[in-house]
């Protein structure tokens, strides 16, 4: 089983709402990824969780917030966003590599079906 | 830094024919990962078909064939027999294997492909 899933399917606020995203998986992986993408382009990496802990931030805007409860569960916090925020985001989770590869390395990554958001 | 190139912004063929999508990668590593994704218009990227940099043979998956070609950093996708249902967004990507840590899939720019019935 390869599932990943997100709620909400859309999401419709306004530029002083405060809302989240989630983000679940339960095939044990312990990397979870949070990507937003635009019409027509590719996914752009936001933020990298390993093992709980927020390994990489792509210079994100702090009206993004992620948070990473336990290791099946992914969040983002969004408040005061712009227009220009609305996209489709991503979720997606990896399992570390077992075997010769490189300790400490991950996998395959996953995707959920996104959450369309739209900013008013 | 890695880059992905996708030159075929479009594709279209006829239901039942064959097509190929290109891919070429820029790295000076030598292990990591390549990955086709589709994402139809359903939005969800799925995963397609994945190689290792390591492996010499050519990743196979029902009716998805890739050709890889490390010299060359070239990796192309091979649809046989299509179907309606494989009207989508391709988007070819690297991921490094030599690196510790989770990292993110770098993208290339992605080939619409259209199926003719």
């Known amino acids: 089983d390869t599932e990943v899933t997100q709620t909400p399917k859309h999401l419709v606020m306004g530029m002083t709402n405060k809302k989240s995203l989630k983000c679940e998986q339960h095939?044990?992986?312990?990397?979870m990824y949070w990507y937003k993408q635009k019409a027509k382009k590719p996914p752009e990496l936001m933020f990298v969780?390993?093992?709980?802990?927020?390994?990489i931030n792509e210079s994100v805007p702090s009206r993004f917030s992620p948070e990473c409860p336990n290791s099946s569960l992914l969040n983002l916090h969004l408040h005061a966003l712009q227009p220009e925020d609305s996209a489709l985001y991503l979720c997606?989770?990896?399992?570390?590599?077992?075997?010769?590869?490189?300790?400490?390395?991950?996998?395959?990554?996953?995707f959920g079906p996104g959450t369309r958001l739209t900013v008013l | 830094a890695q880059t992905v190139t996708q030159s075929q912004p479009e594709m279209s063929v006829q239901e039942a024919e064959t097509v190929t999508l290109s891919c070429t990668y820029d790295?000076?590593?030598?292990?990591?990962?390549l990955f086709w994704y589709k994402q139809p218009p359903s939005r969800q990227m799925i995963l397609v078909i994945r190689q290792e940099a390591y492996k010499q043979q050519n990743a196979t998956e029902n009716r998805f064939s890739v050709n890889f070609q490390k010299a060359a950093k070239s990796f192309s996708l091979k649809i046989s027999d299509s179907q309606l249902g494989d009207a989508a967004m391709y988007f070819c990507?690297?991921?490094?294997?030599?690196?510790?840590?989770?990292?993110?899939?770098?993208f290339g720019q992605g080939t619409r492909l259209t199926i003719n019935p």
């Open positions: 095939m044990g992986h312990r990397a």
């Open positions: 790295t000076s590593e030598s292990d990591y990962y």
């Open positions: 969780y390993s093992y709980e802990k927020l390994s």
């Open positions: 990507a690297y991921r490094s294997a030599e690196i510790q840590g989770a990292q993110k899939l770098v």
């Open positions: 997606a989770s990896s399992q570390k590599n077992s075997g010769w590869r490189l300790a400490g390395s991950f996998d395959t990554q996953y």
